[in-house]
């Protein structure tokens, strides 16, 4: 493991692309920048562990876990969500707010 001294302002780069900057130090808290490639996935490392724990259950488990047939709609035997229509209610003629009007 490399370990580095940085000030804020100061910056790191890891290979051709990627740019950490520490924008600041607070207490024990330090902010990062990092600036890298749209197709890097950058995470914490928290969010890292749960996601790749949430992978390892999912292959794990048994196929008798599983649904034993998706639901499957015919062709026009499903209806389109109203966000999705030109005939979307706008805000102002909801059904479930009252109008205000007594």
């Known amino acids: 493991m490399l370990i580095l001294t940085r000030r804020p302002g100061e910056r790191v780069v890891i290979g051709d692309e990627i740019l ?4 600041g130090v607070s207490g024990h808290t ?3 920048g990092i ?9 914490r490392e928290e969010i890292w562990l749960a996601v790749k724990e949430e992978n390892r259950a999912a292959a794990a488990a048994s ?10 709609a015919a062709a026009g035997d499903h209806e389109t969500p109203a966000a999705q ?9 909801s059904p479930e707010e009252p109008s205000g009007e007594a």
């Open 63 to 72: 196929a008798d876990a599983l649904p034993a047939e998706a639901p499957s």
């Open 30 to 32: 330090v902010r990062l």
């Open 35 to 43: 600036a890298a490639p749209a197709g890097v996935p950058i995470y």
């Open 85 to 93: 229509t030109s005939e979307a209610p706008g805000p102002e003629s």
């Open 20 to 23: 950490v900057t520490v924008m």
